[in-house]
């Protein structure tokens, strides 16, 4: 050991470079180890994690470096074994921690391309056949069944069809696809190839958005690194310019063609005409990320996991107020408590948790009341929830839930793309009415206008934008209504005093 | 500044002869904004030229996007995150004190979500992202940025 140079293996990601990781690996390197440079684990609360022989040394900063090296600094034990890593089911997240994210070398020695070799060898039909057996559902939020968006696509007559993935990962409370365009980017692609195997595309579109220029460089290094072993599949990245409606696939089609992001009635669905008016799958990433491992190992395997009509694993992130924070892969059927308070240790601030925001922007509100809710699309359903792309924000009983219901009025207000007028119109009218609502004028009567409203946004919008917004606002309601009614002005005032 | 003769250049770099002309409208215009910081009148109208469409279409996806300015940028920019994961971490109570210490020098924009959400709060300068930020961190970036 004396002689050999220590192995140091220090996350990338730009979570963990948020955090100061370069620092940390420049003084490794000074102390004369080699360093590593692989994709987090997803124990967020512990970045810059370094592992030295399987060992975790969490919250590393440079100082600490002799420490860790001499075996004297205080260790997490093995990683792998650590409970947060050891209880999940990791599929998609499989390489997490342990592969160089554009090394082909790490890749191949991990089972890489085995699924791309496999469907080469398969009929287009027998692809799409495997996909519909594995039960896989859109991860972007919408749950529709892949194999049969894929199966439309294949029955499609046309001169040129297109794959598309949706990396405009913009909800708050998600970072999944951020976390496999920076660790495993070769997946995502090896996903997209076996999507146009199987549906007769040679041309697919990564759109990524601007907010993450690591993933985009990522990504953008590992399509050219591995162009020869995809082709003549080919991948373009594009980047997307700060518009979150742009996550929404009609508005992202346009944003590819050069023009506005706005929404697209449909019909025509996009697997019948999409980009550039062809048959075009156009999939969240996570839904083509999964797609090698169904290949590979078949796609009952893959729907031996999971609950009802929720087959397979979800990639869960736990974020927000809460004291373990990550990337927490597992099938479909864990409760919602489970994950905030026994996986994430609940909140960071150590006071009581009080909701979690489950979907993102678009997402209700679940008070801990419902936090038996299991992680199943139908269940979530059944409450006026959503799984979304199944990011979890949590809230402590610091939450003024009039402020959050109003910020999901304002954020829909600035991000509408204006093309219709339940949303363009609603949310500004919204955010108004919530002002009134906080300021305790006409409260009774300025609930029932956002109720109102909130029923024209939820069944008049074109997207899920404007159609969604409603289930923050309402949920917000329904489950603390004292944020709303009543709003005691001393409790303002402490919580101005509490936050200045 | 002039943004004319490099514009040419910029265009012919995007296109594949494959996919119609107007489809490398995003990247053309990423890359205008980033070598010139901003897009102009001037070059609206090349470019509806160049990709044969006309002004307004040209000018509408301009104005769109929040990544496309149509004039220069007078001050550095810190963009912070304030979507809910970030508020539910405290960045709301960063606020008044970062723009107070920003006023005049540095521009605190607003973004929703960096993707750092188990971290928060969390702000990007250029490509460089922050995360866990304390007053002290916040007031660090704007010193830098100033």
């Known amino acids: ?500 | 500044m002039t943004q004319e003769g490099g514009i040419a250049e910029i265009v012919v770099r995007h296109q594949d002869g494959k996919t119609p002309a107007r489809g490398a409208l995003l990247p053309i215009l990423h890359d205008i904004q980033a070598e010139y910081g901003h897009i102009s009148e001037e070059t609206v109208r090349e470019l509806a030229a160049a990709l044969n469409l006309t002004r307004a279409e040209v000018h509408g996806v301009v104005s769109f996007y929040h990544d496309f300015h149509s004039k220069p940028a007078p001050l550095p920019a810190i963009k912070l995150c304030r979507a809910e994961a970030c508020k539910a971490r405290g960045v709301e109570a960063l606020v008044p004190d970062a723009e107070r210490a920003a006023a005049g020098r540095v521009k605190i924009e607003t973004v929703y979500c960096l993707g750092l959400c188990s971290v928060g709060p969390s702000a990007m300068v250029g490509s460089d992202v922050h995360a866990a930020l304390t007053p002290e961190k916040l007031n660090a970036l704007i010193e830098e940025a100033a």
């Open chain 1, 1 to 500: 050991m004396s002689t050999e140079k220590r192995i140091v293996r220090i996350s990338d990601d730009a979570l963990a470079l948020a955090l100061g990781a370069d620092k940390v690996a420049a003084a490794f390197e000074k102390a004369g180890a080699t360093v590593q440079r692989v994709s987090s684990w997803g124990m967020h609360w512990l970045e810059p994690l370094i592992e030295i022989d399987g060992v975790g040394y969490g919250n590393a900063a440079p100082g600490d470096v002799a420490a860790i090296l001499a075996g004297s600094a205080p260790s997490i034990g093995r990683i792998e074994d650590h409970p947060f890593i050891a209880e999940q089911q990791r599929l998609t997240f499989a390489r997490a921690g342990k592969t160089r994210p554009l090394s082909l070398e790490d890749y191949a020695a991990t089972g890489g391309w085995i699924g791309l070799d496999k469907a080469r060898a398969m009929s287009a039909q027998a692809i799409v056949e495997e996909v519909k057996a594995s039960g896989l559902r859109g991860r972007g939020g919408a749950g529709f069944p892949a194999g049969i968006k894929w199966d439309t696509v294949r029955n499609a007559r046309a001169d040129q069809k297109y794959i598309v993935c949706n990396a405009d990962e913009g909800d708050s409370g998600t970072f999944a696809d951020r976390m496999v365009m920076e660790g495993d980017p070769y997946m995502l692609i090896e996903g997209m190839a076996i999507a146009g195997l199987a549906v007769g595309a040679d041309k697919g579109y990564v759109y990524i958005r601007s907010e993450y220029p690591h993933a985009i460089a990522k990504m953008r290094a590992a399509v050219k690194h591995c162009a020869h072993i995809i082709a003549p599949f080919s991948i373009e990245i594009r980047v997307g310019a700060g518009a979150y409606v742009c996550g929404e696939e009609t508005s992202l089609l346009n944003s590819l063609e050069g023009r506005r992001g706005e929404v697209r009635a449909k019909p025509p669905l996009p697997a019948i005409k999409g980009l550039f008016g062809k048959p075009t799958v156009i999939n969240n990433l996570l839904t083509l990320a999964a797609i090698p491992w169904i290949i590979e190992h078949g796609g009952q395997a893959y729907a031996d996991y999971g609950m009802g009509r929720s087959r397979g694993t979800i990639p869960v992130q736990i974020a927000g107020n809460v004291k373990y924070g990550g990337l927490y892969e597992t099938a479909f059927g864990i409760s919602l408590g489970d994950l905030v308070n026994r996986i994430g240790g609940g909140t960071a601030s150590g006071r009581p948790v009080r909701c979690a925001q489950v979907g993102g922007p678009l997402g209700a509100y679940v008070p801990v009341e419902q936090f038996h809710l299991p992680f199943d699309y139908e269940a979530f359903a059944a409450v006026d929830a959503l799984i979304g792309h199944a990011g979890i924000t949590v809230f402590d009983d610091s939450v003024d839930m009039a402020q959050m219901a109003r910020f999901a009025l304002e954020f829909c207000a600035a991000e509408s793309c204006g093309k219709c007028t339940p949303c363009r119109l609603g949310s500004t009218r919204g955010v108004e009415v919530m002002d009134q609502i906080i300021a305790g004028r006409d409260v009774e009567k300025n609930l029932g206008l956002i109720e109102d409203l909130s029923d024209t946004m939820k069944y008049g919008s074109l997207c899920a934008l404007g159609g969604f917004t409603p289930y923050p606002v309402m949920s917000a309601i329904k489950y603390f209504p004292e944020d709303f009614k009543n709003r005691d002005l001393t409790r303002e005032s402490e919580r101005a005093g509490e936050h200045a």
